[in-house]
């Protein structure tokens, strides 16, 4: 029977194990860590349930929905959420995406408005700069996107970030229906363990081995040294670092990462309803803010936030710069025959948890 070895329990390694032995294979999944789930892992403080951050479900493919839906029962927020950024110069939030509405409420709307006709259109922007300063002008740049994508980013300059097909979730400006963002399918699992019970079901078939360390790799001959011994498999499937899956072959790959707060708050709620993410675009340390209650539904009479700061403590989020890409991209064409990188590290790529559903059936149904 063909053995496959998956690298990685996270998300990505375990939806590979769970199309990988329904069809069959022999599956063995590696992880270094304690658990399954990696980053959607649900923790617990103060009693109440999160992640490292958000790990909000979205997606725009239906298939891709009810694919978790038959395995976790998913809450699905009809109605949409909002998600609003903080502008200190106007004392307010506005909702992001930029709504063309709110900004008849902005105290400098004749100028961004005077701004606008000489807005071109973000068509062949080379950079993250151009594109927005193309499509909104100087004065929303300045107040939405400038402070904020330095911050995340721990740049000097937007114009680095040269590979910004993700951001900003498509529009720069959002006509229609004010607040919600309803273009696409967004939802939380209902479970007080999040999306805990998938790790369990996807890998029910599988080989799991927590906590293990692997010493070397060898992709070459599809084989890994785990406890001084090796072992050879028919296929590798790795959701890891590239660069450490391929032994530093083409110089190190860089990442950015978050420290995370936790802080409990002596209410029920904090957010207004529907409302997400909380950002932050000013000089304060901190991106974003998360009221864990949205997305897990109870009730308590404190209420957890979850709080981020960009940093280089951890590796979270591949750098959006072509050079970095391009050498991304060295390892992937490095990839020898039957070893495959899959997942949000493993593919250098800026991707959710429903792209990586997504990815995964696109790859797996047809092996
Ligand atoms: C702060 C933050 C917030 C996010 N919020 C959202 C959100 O709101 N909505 C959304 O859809 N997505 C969100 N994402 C993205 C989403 O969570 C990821 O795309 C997804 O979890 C990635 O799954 P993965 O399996 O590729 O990686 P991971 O979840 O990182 O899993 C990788 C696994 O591999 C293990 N591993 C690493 N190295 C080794 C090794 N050498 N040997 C063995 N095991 C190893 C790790 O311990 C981990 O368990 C967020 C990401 C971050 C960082």
Redesign the pocket.
Known sequence: MTKILV????????IASHMLTDKGYDVTL????P??????RTLVYGGHPY????????TKKEEVFEFLNQHIPMRRYPDGHEFLTYIEKDQSFWHFPIHRDEVEEMPDREKILEEFKDCPGPEGAKNLEEYWLMSVGPTLYGKFVESYSKKMWQIDSNTEITDFGFTPKGVAIKTGPKGAWTEAISGYPKAMNGYDDYFDISTRNTKVHLN???EEYDVENRRVKVAGEWHTYDIIIS???PE?LMNNAFGPLRWMG?D?FKIVLPVKKVFPENVYFLYYANQEPFTRIVEYKNFYHYDSPTTLLGL?IPSFNNK??PFPMKADQDRAQQYFDALPKDVYS?????TYRY??????IEQALEMFRSF
């Open positions: 690298i990685g329990g996270g998300f990505a390694g375990c590696i992880e270094k860590g658990v399954l789930g990696g980053g959607c992640t490292i951050g958000p790990r909000h479900f979205l293990t360390p692997i959701t890891i670092f450490v978050r995370f981020e979270y989020y899959i997942g949000r590290a493993g991707i959710d948890v429903g792209n990586i």
